[in-house]
């Protein structure tokens, strides 16, 4: 994280921490800022550089980077800064994500769905809005935690700790993350706790890109957590750990957007997913089917889900709605859902 801190720093947060915490002395000329060395002990004293984040490629620092009285290595400034990161960049990723999905991927025709609900977007988008910013606060110290050094992130690729570990990172990220999150999201439908951390995310009977992120906060934090450990047991280089959240926010995005392209016995693709919103109990994994089927929890998708003829049709919606609305009876009481008339109306005109 510390190589996305310093990028944030040179192009946004140097300029915005000069501009409300200036130093007491702000006369520094742009020649004595490109040759600082010494300590920022005092006001009279010149800064340091700001140290680079990887060896890869070095940012040159502006001189608002020496003009605020918090300099990067301030760790109220770090927290505060990965804390806005956290849930405005994190908002922004999510927006486009799920935007490009929405626009480019996700099948247009599951408005008409009759388990679709009036207003589902708005909802979906402002569920996502309020739990962000409280995500954020539980996962900012952690990011913390890994700019300040005590992950076991690695810089240089030869600093492996054995052969072929620059590769096998990856799987092992996926393995160990799919397996926890698998027991969390599990645990999650528990009766004493469903209803109050995870039945906000079930509100989507039939999701959009936009539901991809649209949980209790907590619910949402907990799912998270096995991403954010793995880097303090187990070694990971930097550029890794980037390119795996970033995948991870694609899959979020890519497991709610309705369009069943993977009819896999081993991925856990929408297909998946959408059977787990439908019937609640099932397919729990992240990535996989593995621990769904160790687990006894695994449902496999049916076949009209990817014909396009029959995934749409009137008789698989019927029976989809007969099944969801006997589980959902089962798991949460009453339907307090607001359908509305506005599926109904566009089903009869597609139908």
């Given at each position: 994280?510390?190589?996305?801190?310093?990028?944030?720093?040179?192009?946004?947060?140097?300029?915005?921490?000069?501009?409300?915490?200036?130093?007491?002395?702000?006369?520094?000329?742009?020649?004595?800022?490109?040759?600082?060395?010494?300590?920022?002990?005092?006001?009279?004293?010149?800064?340091?550089?700001?140290?680079?984040?990887?060896?890869?490629?070095?940012?040159?620092?502006?001189?608002y980077?020496?003009?605020?009285?918090?300099?990067?290595?301030?760790?109220?400034?770090?927290?505060?800064?990965?804390?806005?990161?956290?849930?405005?960049?994190?908002?922004?990723?999510?927006f486009?994500?799920?935007?490009?999905?929405?626009?480019?991927?996700?099948?247009?025709?599951?408005?008409?769905?009759?388990?679709?609900?009036k207003?589902?977007?708005?909802?979906?988008?402002?569920?996502?809005?309020?739990?962000?910013?409280?995500?954020?606060?539980?996962?900012?110290?952690?990011?913390?935690?890994?700019?300040?050094?005590?992950?076991?992130?690695?810089?240089?690729?030869?600093?492996?700790?054995?052969?072929?570990?620059?590769?096998?990172?990856?799987?092992?990220?996926?393995?160990?993350?799919?397996?926890?999150?698998?027991?969390?999201?599990?645990?999650?439908?528990?009766?004493?706790?469903?209803?109050?951390?995870?039945?906000?995310?079930?509100?989507?009977?039939?999701?959009?890109?936009?539901?991809?992120?649209?949980?209790?906060?907590l619910?949402?934090?907990?799912?998270?957590?096995?991403y954010?450990?793995?880097?303090?047991?187990?070694?990971?280089?930097?550029?890794?750990?980037?390119a795996?959240?970033?995948?991870?926010?694609?899959?979020?995005?890519?497991?709610?957007?309705?369009?069943?392209?993977?009819?896999?016995?081993?991925?856990?693709?929408?297909?998946?997913?959408?059977?787990?919103?439908?019937?609640?109990?099932?397919?729990?994994?992240?990535?996989?089917?593995?621990?769904?089927?160790l687990?006894?929890?695994?449902?496999?998708?049916?076949?009209?889900?990817?014909?396009?003829?029959?995934?749409?049709?009137?008789?698989?919606?019927?029976?989809?709605?007969?099944?969801?609305?006997?589980?959902?009876?089962?798991?949460?009481?009453?339907?307090?859902?607001?359908?509305?008339?506005?599926?109904?109306?566009?089903?009869?005109?597609?139908?």
């Amino acid at each position: 994280m510390d190589i996305v801190l310093e990028i944030f720093d040179t192009f946004l947060f140097d300029r915005l921490y000069a501009i409300c915490l200036p130093a007491a002395l702000r006369s520094y000329g742009h020649d004595a800022m490109k040759d600082a060395t010494s300590t920022f002990s005092s006001m009279r004293e010149m800064p340091t550089a700001p140290h680079p984040s990887n060896q890869f490629f070095q940012l040159k620092p502006s001189q608002y980077a020496y003009m605020s009285a918090w300099s990067r290595e301030n760790p109220w400034r770090q927290g505060l800064s990965l804390y806005l990161i956290t849930w405005l960049f994190g908002f922004v990723i999510y927006f486009i994500g799920a935007s490009l999905s929405y626009i480019f991927i996700f099948d247009h025709a599951t408005f008409t769905h009759p388990k679709y609900l009036k207003n589902q977007i708005s909802l979906e988008i402002r569920q996502t809005m309020i739990a962000l910013p409280v995500m954020a606060i539980f996962t900012a110290p952690l990011f913390f935690g890994e700019v300040r050094g005590y992950a076991k992130l690695y810089d240089d690729p030869t600093d492996e700790p054995f052969a072929l570990y620059n590769y096998l990172q990856f799987p092992l990220f996926i393995v160990f993350t799919d397996f926890f999150i698998y027991w969390i999201h599990r645990g999650l439908h528990h009766p004493k706790i469903y209803k109050t951390l995870h039945k906000p995310h079930h509100k989507w009977i039939m999701p959009t890109p936009y539901a991809s992120h649209a949980f209790h906060p907590l619910d949402g934090f907990a799912q998270s957590i096995p991403y954010h450990v793995y880097p303090y047991l187990f070694p990971l280089q930097k550029f890794a750990y980037i390119a795996l959240f970033i995948f991870i926010n694609i899959w979020t995005v890519f497991i709610h957007d309705g369009e069943y392209v993977a009819n896999s016995p081993i991925i856990n693709g929408a297909a998946c997913h959408t059977m787990h919103h439908l019937y609640f109990n099932y397919n729990y994994g992240q990535f996989t089917t593995l621990w769904d089927r160790l687990g006894g929890s695994y449902r496999q998708p049916n076949e009209e889900l990817f014909r396009r003829e029959s995934k749409m049709s009137k008789a698989e919606w019927e029976r989809q709605c007969k099944e969801m609305e006997s589980m959902q009876r089962a798991v949460e009481g009453d339907d307090d859902r607001n359908y509305g008339d506005e599926s109904r109306r566009l089903q009869k005109k597609v139908l």
